[in-house]
């Protein structure tokens, strides 16, 4: 759970269309790419694999043969992996987005909002410990 006051935002689950073309920053992408090198990034208690709709051709969504795109940044190449989100705070607002957003930024030109931006470039990726954790029993919402 996110402390109270905090409002949770959903980015970047796009299906099989980039619902907004456009550049993003520079920083926007060098702070996901570092996010992830980090492992800055939930892996459990997700929505599962995720995988790129917007890839139309086996090649382009397993370049090596592999699950998962291969992006590169500044001369680096990242194989994603489409299991885990990150989860990146700037003030009371906290943006959710699936690791993949990197390769739909640089491989697909989407443009998330101008919010979810300022949180990557000026905002911080969390952690679990920086999370509520709450016990539940079957049936225990």
Not at 26 to 36: F, I, P, Q, T, V
């Amino acid at each position: 759970m996110l402390p109270e006051g905090w409002s949770l935002f959903a980015v970047g689950w796009l299906g099989s269309s980039v619902p907004k073309l456009g550049q993003t920053p520079d920083g926007c992408a060098e702070g996901l790419a570092r996010a992830y090198d980090r492992g800055d990034r939930f892996t459990d208690g997700t929505a599962g694999w995720h995988d790129c709709e917007v890839c139309t051709t086996h090649e382009a969504r397993y370049p090596d043969g592999q699950p998962g795109p291969i992006v590169v940044w500044r001369g680096q190449a990242r194989k994603l992996y489409g299991h885990g989100h990150h989860l990146v705070q700037h003030g009371s607002s906290v943006f959710m987005c699936p690791v993949l957003i990197l390769h739909y930024i640089l491989d697909h030109g989407y443009q998330p909002p101008v919010g979810f931006v300022t949180a990557v470039t000026e905002g911080r990726f969390l952690t679990p410990a920086d999370l509520v954790w709450r016990e539940t029993r079957p049936n225990e919402s």
